[in-house]
């Protein structure tokens, strides 16, 4: 497929473990998008990658957070010790990122459930 | 105050109606607006991308921004029960790369 691929589709761990999430965005892509959507919260942004510049962090919303983009490809947002309100979709997308405000194409998300 | 605010729904009309799903915003630096059709379980799906204001028509969709209001529209004619979805309206500062998004309008179409 030519889309935003992401894993796993579902997620369920318990509170305290840390869980890994991985975006594998549009070939030739250069921006990288992670949202979180949530029921009462709709769709938040978290952190943003453009090819070698640093991230955008500025929607991670704790220290608990992180995202890395290894080879300016494949990301992977971290979440430490997980607490019952990070049960959430998260999303990515990608776009072309050569200019900016370029549309931006989503995965399908991985659903985190923490219990 | 959210800086889009969308009614949610649920929202049910029949078939081959006209739909018009609204948004409000009060970012006056949104230049770029968007609207996003997600079905359940699924990512959202860019239906429409529009910069500043006027109208902008694809098939049987139409999006209207008008920034005098900070008023954003999605009309859908002829619809389809497969245009039943949750449709998300959102926007973007000019250089910024975050989306603002909606809560998102649940649609359903009756057959």
């Known amino acids: 497929g030519a889309g935003v691929s992401q894993s796993p589709s579902n997620k369920v761990t318990e509170k305290g473990k840390d869980v890994e999430l991985r975006c594998d965005p549009i070939?030739?892509?250069?921006?990288l998008y992670w949202y979180r959507q949530s029921l009462g919260q709709g769709l938040e942004f978290l952190i943003y990658?453009?090819?070698?510049?640093?991230?955008?962090k500025s929607g991670l919303p704790s220290d608990r957070f992180s995202a890395e983009r290894t080879g300016g490809s494949v990301s992977t947002l971290t979440i430490q010790r997980t607490q019952q309100e990070d049960s959430a979709v998260y999303l990515c997308?990608?776009?072309?990122?050569?200019?900016?405000?370029?549309?931006?194409?989503f995965g399908d998300g991985t659903r985190l459930s923490i219990l | 105050q959210k800086e889009v605010e969308q009614d949610p729904g649920p929202l049910s009309v029949p078939e081959g109606a006209i739909v018009s799903l609204n948004c409000t915003y009060s970012?006056?630096?949104?230049?770029?607006f968007m609207w996003y059709r997600q079905y359940s379980r699924k990512g959202p799906e860019l239906l429409m991308y529009?910069?500043?204001?006027g109208n902008k028509e694809d098939g049987r969709f139409t999006a209207q921004v008008d920034k005098s209001s900070k008023y954003i529209s999605l009309f859908i004619r002829d619809s389809q029960p497969s245009d039943s979805a949750t449709y998300l309206c959102?926007?973007?500062?000019?250089?910024?790369?975050?989306?603002?998004f909606g809560q998102g309008t649940r649609l359903t179409i009756n057959p």
């Open positions: 997308a990608s776009s072309l990122g050569d200019t900016t405000n370029q549309p931006q194409h």
């Open positions: 070939s030739g892509h250069t921006a």
């Open positions: 990658f453009q090819g070698n510049s640093a991230p955008d």
């Open positions: 970012n006056s630096a949104f230049q770029y």
């Open positions: 529009t910069y500043s204001s």
């Open positions: 959102g926007g973007m500062v000019q250089g910024a790369q975050k989306l603002v």
